[in-house]
C-alpha cells in the first residue's frame, strides 16, 4: 500500500510540473518529489507546507514586487483577529505569552492540552472553529490556565478569560433560519447590541453609490450605536484599525515602486488611496483597474474582500494572497475564456437568461508565494474577484485557481479514504487516474464559465436581496452545475483540455456524488446541520439529482457488508438531471425565487440523513488524516548590499507552525496600540 500511496503522489506531482513549469531543470525536479508537503497534525487539523515554484525565475524588480506585496500583506494580520472576534488580540498575546515564558512542567497532559488549544486558535485566526464557526473548546480547566498565567506574570481582562470556558459568544457567524442572525453571531463587525432589524433599517437609508454603480456598502466599517445612533467605523488610515493600515500602506508605495507596468502602479495607487480615505467610491475604481490590470507576472488580492463572515452580507475580511503566473498551465485555461460564449449559448438555460455577450472572463492558474487574514492558513484552492456584480459585468473578473496549493493537497493526502468509500474497482481506477484533473477542470469550468453565466431578469435586485440568506449557496451551486454539466461533454477533448472526456466526466461526477452524500460529512459532527455555503450546496445539488433519478435508478443506493455506497449506473442521465437542476437554479437566481432557493436549500441541503452520517463518521475512524488543512508561508528574506540595497530575495521553509505564528505575532503586531 505505502509503495503505491507513495508512487502515486510522485506521479501527481510530476504531472502537476509538466503542466505547470516547463523550465524546471531535471535535478531540480527530484528535489521537488522530495519535498515534504506535511508540517504536523493535530486536532482536526493538518498543517502544509508548499513551494514557490518560478520564484527564482524572476527579475530582482519582480521578487521585489512579490516581498513587498507580502509584506502588505501580513502587516495586517492582526485586522482579521480582531475582526473574527473582539476579544481575540488580548486572548493571543495573553496564551502566547504564557507559551513562551511558562518554565514550569512540560510533560503533562494539561500543557498539552494547552498548546493544543493554542494551535487550533492559530490556526482559525481566533477562538472559533475556521469552518464551522463554533468556538473552540478548551480540554484544560480554567484554574490551569489560572495558575499557567500566574506563574508567567499574564494579564487578561476577566471578560476575555471567562470567554475562553463559558457558553458566552459560541458561534462566530449564526446564518441559521428562525433567529436573529447579528444578534446571535459573535463576528466583531456589529456592536453586540445590534440585532437584525438595526443593520436593515440603517442599510435601507445608507449611501449606496451611484445609480446602477452600486458600492459594495457596509464592506470595510464595523456598525456600531453611538449616541444612540447607528454610525459606521470605517477601517481606514486614521480611523479604525489605522495603525495596521498605515503599514500596510508604507508596503503599498513601495510595491508601486516596482509595478510591472502604468496599469499594475495605477491599480495600487487607488488600492493605496482607498486605504487612506475608506472611500468605496475609491475601492470600485481600484477593484476596476486590479481587474483589466492583467498584463503582468505577479498579482496579489488585497483588501476587505468576502462577505461570507457577515451573517448580513456586507462586511468583508481582511485578506491577501500574492501570486504569480503559472504561464503553461494558464495557456491552457485560457482556452476555456475563449470559448465561453459557446458554453453560455449551448447551456440547458432558458434562453432569457442566457447572456449574449459573456464579458472579460480570465482565468489563470497561478502559483501563491503568501497568504494572510482570512486565507491564512486556511486558504482557497481558487478565487474570483472582484465580488461586486456591476463591475464583474461591465469590465470583467479575474479568476484564478492556487496551482501550487492544489498540488500541496494532492501531494499530501492519501488513497485509502477513497478505497473505503468507492463502490467499486472501477470507480476507484478511475479516481486514481483522472480525479485531479477532472476536479482541476471542474473548479476550472465553475470559476470561469459558471461564476460569469446567466444574467438577471431586468428589474429583479441583488442575490443577496433577493435571496438573502441563501444567496451564497445558489450561486456556488449553479456554479457547480455549470461545471458538472461540462464535465461530461466532447467539447472539452476537442478544445484540447482533456484526453478522454468520457473518463474524466465519470470521474468527476463519481467524485461529486460520493462526496455530497458521504464523505463530506466526516467534517461535522453527528446531529449537526450542514452550515457551510459550499458543503450545503455539494449535499442539495447531490441531493436532489439522487432523488429526481431514482425512478430510473439513475444512482444507485447499495448496501454491501452493513455499508453504504453511491453508485453512478447512468452518467448520461445523470448529465441532463444536472442540466434541469442548473435551469431551475438559474431561474432561481434570474427571478429572485427566494421561496425556490428556501425549498431547495432546506430541503436537501442542510439536514443530514443521521444514520449515513453516523456511518460515515464510523468509517472514517480508521484514517487518521485530519478533514481540514491550512499552510504555513515560505519566508521570503531580503539580501542585502552594504548600502542596504536589496540585491535578491531567498525563499526559505519556516522551522515550524508554532515558529512562524510566534515570529508573525511579534513582528506584524500593529493594532496593539488599538486594542
Ligand atoms: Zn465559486
Given at each position: 500500500m505505502k509503495i503505491k500511496h507513495f508512487l502515486s503522489s510522485l506521479l501527481v506531482i510530476s504531472l502537476l510540473w509538466s503542466c505547470a513549469d516547463t523550465k524546471k531543470e531535471p535535478v531540480e525536479t527530484v528535489e521537488k518529489e522530495e519535498f515534504n508537503y506535511i508540517v504536523e497534525q493535530f486536532a482536526d487539523l493538518k498543517i502544509l507546507r508548499y513551494q514557490i515554484p518560478g520564484f527564482d525565475e524572476l527579475t530582482l524588480k519582480e521578487k521585489k514586487l512579490v516581498y513587498y506585496l507580502s509584506q502588505a500583506g501580513l502587516a495586517g494580520r492582526d485586522i482579521m483577529w480582531d475582526q473574527n472576534y473582539r476579544h481575540n488580540l488580548e486572548i493571543r498575546n495573553a496564551l502566547e505569552n504564557v507559551y513562551t515564558s511558562f518554565k514550569g512542567d512540560k510533560t503533562t497532559s494539561d500543557w498539552k492540552e494547552f498548546e493544543v488549544y493554542l494551535k487550533r486558535v492559530w490556526f482559525s485566526n481566533g477562538i472559533h472553529h475556521h469552518y464551522s464557526n463554533d468556538k473552540l473548546k478548551a480540554s484544560f480547566s480554567s484554574d490551569y490556565l489560572k495558575n499557567l498565567m500566574a506563574e508567567t506574570n499574564t494579564k487578561l481582562e476577566e471578560k476575555a478569560f471567562d470567554v475562553i470556558f463559558n457558553?458566552?459568544?459560541?458561534?462566530?457567524v449564526n446564518k441559521k433560519k428562525g433567529v436573529d442572525n447579528v444578534a446571535s453571531s459573535a463576528i466583531n463587525f456589529y456592536d453586540p447590541t445590534l440585532t437584525d432589524a438595526d443593520v436593515e433599517t440603517f442599510y435601507k437609508t445608507a449611501y449606496k453609490g451611484p445609480k446602477d454603480r452600486p458600492i459594495e456598502a457596509g464592506l470595510n466599517s464595523k456598525l456600531v450605536r453611538e449616541n444612540g445612533k447607528l454610525v459606521e467605523k470605517v477601517w481606514k488610515s486614521g480611523g479604525m484599525y489605522g495603525s495596521a493600515i498605515d503599514e500596510v500602506i508604507k508596503w503599498l508605495e513601495k510595491a508601486k515602486g516596482v509595478a510591472e507596468n502604468e496599469k499594475q502602479a495605477n491599480a495600487l495607487g487607488l488600492l493605496i488611496d482607498y486605504y487612506k480615505t475608506g472611500s468605496l467610491d475609491t475601492w470600485d475604481d481600484y477593484c476596476i483597474a486590479w481587474a483589466t490590470s492583467t498584463d503582468g507576472n505577479i498579482d496579489w488580492i488585497n483588501g476587505f474582500i468576502e462577505v461570507y463572515n457577515d451573517p448580513k452580507g456586507y462586511r468583508g475580511s481582511y485578506e491577501t494572497i500574492v501570486e504569480i503566473k503559472d504561464f503553461d498551465m494558464s495557456r491552457k485555461m485560457a482556452v476555456l475564456s475563449e470559448n465561453v460564449q459557446w458554453f453560455e449559448d449551448n447551456a440547458p438555460l432558458m434562453d432569457s437568461h442566457k447572456k449574449d455577450n459573456v464579458v472579460g472572463v480570465s482565468y489563470k492558474t497561478v502559483n501563491v508565494a503568501s497568504e494572510a487574514g482570512d486565507s491564512s492558513p486556511s486558504t482557497p484552492i481558487g478565487v474570483n474577484l472582484p465580488n461586486n456584480n456591476w463591475i464583474r459585468q461591465q469590465h470583467g473578473s479575474k479568476s484564478v485557481s492556487l496551482g501550487n496549493i492544489i498540488g500541496a493537497y494532492n501531494s499530501a493526502g492519501g488513497t485509502e479514504r477513497l478505497k473505503e468509500f468507492a463502490h467499486d474497482a472501477e470507480e476507484i481506477e478511475l479516481e486514481e487516474k483522472y480525479g485531479k484533473p477532472a476536479d482541476k477542470l471542474h473548479t476550472a469550468l465553475h470559476e470561469v464559465i459558471g461564476h460569469a453565466s446567466g444574467q438577471l431578469n431586468p428589474g429583479i435586485g441583488q442575490p443577496k436581496e433577493t435571496l438573502k440568506n441563501y444567496s451564497s449557496t445558489i450561486e456556488e451551486g449553479r456554479a457547480d452545475l455549470v461545471g458538472l454539466y461540462y464535465l461530461m461533454d466532447p467539447k472539452l477533448q476537442e478544445l484540447g483540455l482533456v484526453d478522454d472526456w468520457k473518463k474524466i466526466g465519470k470521474a468527476a461526477y463519481d467524485g461529486y456524488i460520493r462526496n455530497g452524500l458521504?464523505?463530506?460529512?466526516?467534517r461535522i459532527n453527528l446531529g449537526d446541520d450542514i452550515e457551510e455555503d459550499h458543503m450545503v450546496n455539494r449535499q442539495w445539488v447531490s441531493a436532489w439529482a439522487f432523488e429526481k433519478g431514482k425512478a430510473d435508478n439513475v444512482i444507485e443506493k447499495m448496501i454491501h457488508d452493513g455499508k453504504t455506497y453511491y453508485n453512478i449506473n447512468d452518467y448520461v442521465k445523470l448529465r441532463e438531471l444536472f442540466g434541469q437542476l442548473l435551469r431551475e437554479t438559474q431561474r432561481i437566481k434570474s427571478e429572485g425565487d427566494f421561496n425556490a432557493a428556501q425549498d431547495l436549500v432546506e430541503g436537501y441541503g442542510v439536514k443530514v440523513d443521521q444514520a449515513i452520517h453516523a456511518e460515515v463518521l464510523q468509517r472514517n475512524e480508521q484514517f487518521k488524516s485530519a478533514p481540514y488543512s491550512g499552510f504555513v508561508n515560505p519566508v521570503l528574506v531580503p539580501e542585502t548590499n552594504e548600502a542596504g540595497e536589496i540585491t535578491d530575495i531567498k525563499v526559505i521553509q519556516p522551522e515550524s507552525f508554532k515558529a512562524q505564528m510566534l515570529e508573525y505575532a511579534k513582528k506584524y503586531n500593529f493594532l496593539a496600540r488599538e486594542i
Amino acid at each position: 500500500m505505502k509503495i503505491k500511496h507513495f508512487l502515486s503522489s510522485l506521479l501527481v506531482i510530476s504531472l502537476l510540473w509538466s503542466c505547470a513549469d516547463t523550465k524546471k531543470e531535471p535535478v531540480e525536479t527530484v528535489e521537488k518529489e522530495e519535498f515534504n508537503y506535511i508540517v504536523e497534525q493535530f486536532a482536526d487539523l493538518k498543517i502544509l507546507r508548499y513551494q514557490i515554484p518560478g520564484f527564482d525565475e524572476l527579475t530582482l524588480k519582480e521578487k521585489k514586487l512579490v516581498y513587498y506585496l507580502s509584506q502588505a500583506g501580513l502587516a495586517g494580520r492582526d485586522i482579521m483577529w480582531d475582526q473574527n472576534y473582539r476579544h481575540n488580540l488580548e486572548i493571543r498575546n495573553a496564551l502566547e505569552n504564557v507559551y513562551t515564558s511558562f518554565k514550569g512542567d512540560k510533560t503533562t497532559s494539561d500543557w498539552k492540552e494547552f498548546e493544543v488549544y493554542l494551535k487550533r486558535v492559530w490556526f482559525s485566526n481566533g477562538i472559533h472553529h475556521h469552518y464551522s464557526n463554533d468556538k473552540l473548546k478548551a480540554s484544560f480547566s480554567s484554574d490551569y490556565l489560572k495558575n499557567l498565567m500566574a506563574e508567567t506574570n499574564t494579564k487578561l481582562e476577566e471578560k476575555a478569560f471567562d470567554v475562553i470556558f463559558n457558553d458566552a459568544d459560541n458561534k462566530k457567524v449564526n446564518k441559521k433560519k428562525g433567529v436573529d442572525n447579528v444578534a446571535s453571531s459573535a463576528i466583531n463587525f456589529y456592536d453586540p447590541t445590534l440585532t437584525d432589524a438595526d443593520v436593515e433599517t440603517f442599510y435601507k437609508t445608507a449611501y449606496k453609490g451611484p445609480k446602477d454603480r452600486p458600492i459594495e456598502a457596509g464592506l470595510n466599517s464595523k456598525l456600531v450605536r453611538e449616541n444612540g445612533k447607528l454610525v459606521e467605523k470605517v477601517w481606514k488610515s486614521g480611523g479604525m484599525y489605522g495603525s495596521a493600515i498605515d503599514e500596510v500602506i508604507k508596503w503599498l508605495e513601495k510595491a508601486k515602486g516596482v509595478a510591472e507596468n502604468e496599469k499594475q502602479a495605477n491599480a495600487l495607487g487607488l488600492l493605496i488611496d482607498y486605504y487612506k480615505t475608506g472611500s468605496l467610491d475609491t475601492w470600485d475604481d481600484y477593484c476596476i483597474a486590479w481587474a483589466t490590470s492583467t498584463d503582468g507576472n505577479i498579482d496579489w488580492i488585497n483588501g476587505f474582500i468576502e462577505v461570507y463572515n457577515d451573517p448580513k452580507g456586507y462586511r468583508g475580511s481582511y485578506e491577501t494572497i500574492v501570486e504569480i503566473k503559472d504561464f503553461d498551465m494558464s495557456r491552457k485555461m485560457a482556452v476555456l475564456s475563449e470559448n465561453v460564449q459557446w458554453f453560455e449559448d449551448n447551456a440547458p438555460l432558458m434562453d432569457s437568461h442566457k447572456k449574449d455577450n459573456v464579458v472579460g472572463v480570465s482565468y489563470k492558474t497561478v502559483n501563491v508565494a503568501s497568504e494572510a487574514g482570512d486565507s491564512s492558513p486556511s486558504t482557497p484552492i481558487g478565487v474570483n474577484l472582484p465580488n461586486n456584480n456591476w463591475i464583474r459585468q461591465q469590465h470583467g473578473s479575474k479568476s484564478v485557481s492556487l496551482g501550487n496549493i492544489i498540488g500541496a493537497y494532492n501531494s499530501a493526502g492519501g488513497t485509502e479514504r477513497l478505497k473505503e468509500f468507492a463502490h467499486d474497482a472501477e470507480e476507484i481506477e478511475l479516481e486514481e487516474k483522472y480525479g485531479k484533473p477532472a476536479d482541476k477542470l471542474h473548479t476550472a469550468l465553475h470559476e470561469v464559465i459558471g461564476h460569469a453565466s446567466g444574467q438577471l431578469n431586468p428589474g429583479i435586485g441583488q442575490p443577496k436581496e433577493t435571496l438573502k440568506n441563501y444567496s451564497s449557496t445558489i450561486e456556488e451551486g449553479r456554479a457547480d452545475l455549470v461545471g458538472l454539466y461540462y464535465l461530461m461533454d466532447p467539447k472539452l477533448q476537442e478544445l484540447g483540455l482533456v484526453d478522454d472526456w468520457k473518463k474524466i466526466g465519470k470521474a468527476a461526477y463519481d467524485g461529486y456524488i460520493r462526496n455530497g452524500l458521504m464523505t463530506q460529512l466526516i467534517r461535522i459532527n453527528l446531529g449537526d446541520d450542514i452550515e457551510e455555503d459550499h458543503m450545503v450546496n455539494r449535499q442539495w445539488v447531490s441531493a436532489w439529482a439522487f432523488e429526481k433519478g431514482k425512478a430510473d435508478n439513475v444512482i444507485e443506493k447499495m448496501i454491501h457488508d452493513g455499508k453504504t455506497y453511491y453508485n453512478i449506473n447512468d452518467y448520461v442521465k445523470l448529465r441532463e438531471l444536472f442540466g434541469q437542476l442548473l435551469r431551475e437554479t438559474q431561474r432561481i437566481k434570474s427571478e429572485g425565487d427566494f421561496n425556490a432557493a428556501q425549498d431547495l436549500v432546506e430541503g436537501y441541503g442542510v439536514k443530514v440523513d443521521q444514520a449515513i452520517h453516523a456511518e460515515v463518521l464510523q468509517r472514517n475512524e480508521q484514517f487518521k488524516s485530519a478533514p481540514y488543512s491550512g499552510f504555513v508561508n515560505p519566508v521570503l528574506v531580503p539580501e542585502t548590499n552594504e548600502a542596504g540595497e536589496i540585491t535578491d530575495i531567498k525563499v526559505i521553509q519556516p522551522e515550524s507552525f508554532k515558529a512562524q505564528m510566534l515570529e508573525y505575532a511579534k513582528k506584524y503586531n500593529f493594532l496593539a496600540r488599538e486594542i
